[in-house]
């Protein structure tokens, strides 16, 4: 199913809401094969505040050491300058707010050093809230705050692996559209990470984003799934929200290993283990970031219109968070 990289690919945004690979020079490579302008990239789950910071220093001199493909995003424009430059634009992002700790003054000091996307909770309790594997008690307190404090810095909060009732109370909480950066429908597949029609209907209904991934284990066809899989899985969310508030979040992890699955997925880090993925084989055709052209070739494939493909692939991203960086 390789296919080279056709005009439409080449001339498109296109913006990978989620990726947690490892942050390394071939990784930045295939992101230049695949044509991408921007990535959400993770560099924060379970570290905390000073862990955090040691995470953003080392990424930003990744960004100099590799200045031929890379360049720091902090807005919008920086998105559109970097697709101008063929470079990749990195969003500096965090998976879980633990490095936030329990002061509301290191929400700024992040914004500050550039982050421009967090998740609230991965996967279990924090102070904020609860993720999608724990019995969930919805937002605290403090949560309310890191929400309005986030509002007010321009970091867009990521509900992807946030428990049901603290998503529909962040999302109500929220002045500013919020997303989940990558996940799938519950109705293709029953998982405690994947969202329901009512869910989805809901983020939509209320500004918000849906960010779709094709990590194996969600998908419908799990490790048997291919690029095609992941196209069905776009279109049944269309189908409910429409195509204005839907982009990609592929959730690679490349370059990783089974020890780094030990890591991500124990409660805060080393703890109770919550889930075994087993082997995790991506979809055939997009097995690696450098395969993004097979995706836009499948989107033509499933007879999407060149403005759909255009929308899903970058500029519906670029238009949200337009909308909360701008602070």
């Known amino acids: 199913m390789e296919h080279g990289m056709s005009n439409l690919h080449q001339q498109s945004l296109v913006i990978d809401g989620l990726n947690i690979s490892k942050w390394e020079r071939p990784v930045f490579e295939d992101m230049k094969k695949g044509g991408l302008s921007a990535v959400n990239c993770t560099i924060s789950v379970w570290e905390n505040f000073q862990g955090t910071v040691g995470n953003v220093v080392d990424m930003k001199n990744l960004i100099r050491d590799n200045a031929d493909l890379l360049t720091l995003v902090r807005g919008v ?58 019995r969930d008690g919805g937002m605290s307190g403090f949560g309310r705050e890191v929400i309005e404090e986030m509002n007010r810095v321009g970091i867009m909060v990521d509900l992807s692996h946030v428990g049901g009732n603290t998503s529909t109370e962040a999302i109500l909480a929220s002045k500013k559209p919020v997303c989940y950066s990558h996940c799938l429908p519950s109705g293709l597949k029953q998982h405690p990470r994947n969202k329901s029609d009512e869910q989805l209907k809901f983020i939509a209904d209320h500004g918000g984003f849906v960010g779709v991934t094709m990590f194996p284990p969600f998908l419908k066809r799990g490790s048997s799934a291919n690029v095609d899989d992941y196209v069905e899985a776009f279109d049944y969310i269309i189908n409910l929200v429409g195509d204005d508030c839907v982009g990609i979040g592929t959730d690679f992890t490349q370059g990783y290993g089974k020890p780094f699955f030990e890591w991500l997925t124990h409660d805060k880090g080393r703890h109770r283990r919550l889930t075994d993925f087993g082997t995790v084989i991506n979809p055939e055709g997009f097995r690696t970031i450098g395969d993004f052209p097979n995706l836009t070739t499948a989107m033509e494939r499933a007879g999407w219109k060149e403005s759909r493909i255009r929308k899903v692939l970058g500029e519906n991203w670029l238009r949200v968070f337009g909308e909360v960086w701008n602070a």
Do not use: P
């Open 77 to 134: 424009e920086d998105i559109k300058r970097a697709k101008k430059e063929g470079r990749t634009g990195v969003i500096l992002g965090f998976q879980n707010a633990h490095a936030f700790e329990d002061n509301l003054g290191y929400i700024e000091v992040f914004a500050e050093l550039g982050v421009r996307v967090v998740q609230l909770c991965y996967n279990t309790q924090n102070l904020i809230g609860t993720g999608c594997y724990e």
